[in-house]
């Protein structure tokens, strides 16, 4: 079954000069696949992640998630879209520094109005999940970098997403807490059947995934 599918993708940022970032994208992704899009700086691969995720909308064609097209959808109906099917992880972290790592992962569910008690006992399973339960009641400043993005993958699998995607998810870490985060990424992706795209720089990284989707000078690479 296909998650994730874009017809005909173009992105075109306006300027002084126009810049054409993404070029006639078609891609297909199945549910509980594990992919990568690589490709040299500049060529659009983060661009498509934010547009697939619901973060940007493309200039032309049409994106579907879970056989919705977002393309066709307005602010609120992307909104719910993002909360309930995309969990985001990002190459910083993006934690709240006031918040411990426990508080990081409710408070999207108590903005939702959800239950406190079931909130705190879900977010708890999910730090024991990612191994990082020990640092339930750490601030982010007292996390080393490899926690931090632990914190930051359960905060986006709080909502039980269909789809995880993440942009260079190991851009800011060493090569030991790099293959840590691959190493969960790879266990989310058998224990739960999820689906996940990550954007990376990494060659060896992306040649770990089961598919590698190349994009040069925002176009796919054949």
Same mark, same amino acid.
């Given at each position: 079954?296909?998650?994730?599918?874009?017809?005909?993708?173009?992105?075109?940022?306006?300027?002084?000069?126009?810049?054409?970032?993404?070029?006639?994208?078609?891609? *297909?992704?199945?549910?509980?696949?594990?992919?990568?899009?690589?490709?040299?700086?500049?060529?659009?691969?983060?661009?498509?992640?934010?547009?697939?995720?619901?973060?940007?909308?493309?200039?032309?064609?049409?994106?579907?998630?879970?056989?919705?097209?977002?393309?066709?959808?307005?602010?609120?109906?992307?909104?719910?879209?993002?909360?309930?099917?995309?969990?985001?992880?990002?190459?910083?972290?993006?934690?709240?520094?006031?918040?411990?790592?426990?508080?990081?992962?409710?408070?999207?569910?108590?903005?939702?109005?959800?239950?406190?008690? /079931?909130?705190?006992?879900?977010?708890?399973?999910?730090?024991?999940?990612?191994?990082?339960?020990?640092?339930?009641?750490? /601030?982010?400043?007292?996390?080393?970098?490899?926690? *931090? *993005?632990?914190? $930051?993958? $359960?905060?986006?699998?709080?909502?039980?997403? $269909?789809?995880?995607? $993440?942009?260079?998810?190991?851009?800011? !870490?060493?090569?030991?807490?790099?293959?840590?985060?691959?190493?969960? !990424?790879?266990?989310?992706?058998?224990?739960?059947?999820?689906?996940?795209?990550?954007?990376?720089?990494?060659?060896?990284?992306?040649?770990?995934?089961?598919?590698?989707?190349?994009?040069?000078?925002?176009?796919?690479?054949?």
């Amino acid at each position: 079954m296909k998650v994730i599918e874009t017809k005909n993708i173009y992105k075109i940022f306006d300027g002084k000069i126009k810049s054409e970032a993404l070029k006639d994208i078609n891609i *297909q992704i199945e549910k509980g696949e594990f992919c990568s899009i690589t490709g040299p700086s500049g060529s659009g691969k983060s661009t498509l992640l934010y547009l697939l995720s619901a973060l940007d909308t493309p200039t032309a064609g049409d994106i579907f998630i879970n056989n919705k097209n977002i393309s066709k959808m307005n602010d609120k109906e992307l909104t719910q879209i993002r909360q309930n099917e995309i969990g985001l992880v990002f190459q910083f972290h993006f934690l709240l520094p006031e918040f411990t790592a426990l508080e990081n992962l409710m408070i999207s569910q108590l903005l939702a109005k959800k239950d406190k008690k /079931l909130s705190e006992k879900k977010a708890l399973e999910i730090l024991e999940k990612v191994n990082i339960l020990h640092k339930k009641s750490s /601030l982010p400043s007292e996390m080393s970098g490899g926690e *931090q *993005q632990r914190v $930051a993958i $359960a905060r986006a699998l709080i909502n039980e997403p $269909a789809i995880l995607l $993440a942009d260079e998810p190991t851009g800011n !870490l060493d090569s030991n807490n790099s293959k840590n985060i691959y190493d969960l !990424l790879k266990e989310l992706n058998k224990d739960y059947n999820q689906t996940i795209l990550i954007v990376t720089h990494d060659i060896n990284f992306a040649r770990c995934t089961d598919r590698i989707i190349e994009i040069v000078d925002g176009r796919i690479k054949k």
